[in-house]
T-cell receptor, first 112, second 115 residues
Framework: AQSVTQPDIHITVSEGASLELRCNYS??????LFWYVQSPGQGLQLLLK??????LVQGIKGFEAEFKRSQSSFNLRKPSVHWSDAAEYFC??????????FGAGTRLTVKP | GAVVSQHPSRVICKSGTSVKIECRSL??????MFWYRQFPKKSLMLMAT?????????EQGVEKDKFLINHASLTLSTLTVTSAHPEDSSFYIC???????????FGPGTRLTVT
């Protein structure tokens, strides 16, 4: 069955510290991979996406993600977290022109 | 480019009434539009997929007679919640694929509260 797993429901990091949010997927084929961020009461903002090619993807706001086929993972990273990064982060997978499946989300809290 | 709007952003309606939510692709034509529902502090759940000019495909467990979806043009899809009940209160988000497929572009969401 197709699924997306974000193992961490809530993560707290100190401002300036590095961040890694985990995402694993189970799909019949290599899907397209996305990371979105959502602030409270707001819609989704695309951080980055992977379709093919270089497995290290750069996104907006200093985020990057690495696709590892052998581990079926697409973890999101940021070297230095800012207080404004506090939000909910969703990993999503999809097939071309098809619906997307979202992970349960990881809530990021940033300590001063 | 690739902007999707939703209207209204917030709506409050009485139990038993119907409410329509619009989803528009502003600067591109969308062959496929998707409707998601998000419960508080939860992830997005796909409700249905609609292709312009054809009937929507609903996910298992989603009542098609309650959540009416119309995709009459390449830039507009509507979701009508019929005979709304308090348990229908939620955040509804639409998205759209461009003509080339691939990435979905998300609207800002509509907060529905049924009293």
């Amino acid at each position: 069955a197709q699924s997306v797993t974000q193992p961490d429901i809530h993560i707290t990091v100190s401002e300036g510290a590095s961040l890694e949010l985990r995402c694993n997927y189970s799909y019949g084929a290599t899907p397209y991979l996305f990371w979105y961020v959502q602030s409270p009461g707001q819609g989704l903002q695309l951080l980055l996406k992977y379709f093919s090619g270089d497995t290290l993807v750069q996104g907006i706001k200093g985020f990057e993600a690495e696709f590892k086929r052998s581990q079926s993972s697409f973890n999101l990273r940021k070297p230095s977290v800012h207080w404004s990064d506090a939000a909910e982060y969703f990993c999503a997978v999809g097939l071309w022109n098809n619906d997307m499946r979202f992970g349960a989300g990881t809530r990021l809290t940033v300590k001063p | 480019g690739a902007v999707v709007s939703q209207h209204p952003s917030r709506v409050i309606c009485k139990s038993g009434t119907s409410v329509k939510i619009e989803c528009r692709s502003l600067d591109f034509q969308a062959t496929t539009m998707f409707w998601y529902r998000q419960f508080p502090k939860k992830s997005l759940m796909l409700m249905a997929t609609s292709n312009e000019g054809s009937k929507a495909t609903y996910e298992q467990g989603v009542e098609k007679d309650k959540f009416l979806i119309n995709h009459a043009s390449l830039t507009l899809s509507t979701l009508t919640v019929t005979s709304a009940h308090p348990e229908d209160s939620s955040f509804y988000i639409c998205s759209a694929n461009g003509l080339a497929g691939g990435e979905q572009y998300f609207g800002p969401g509509t907060r529905l509260t049924v009293t």
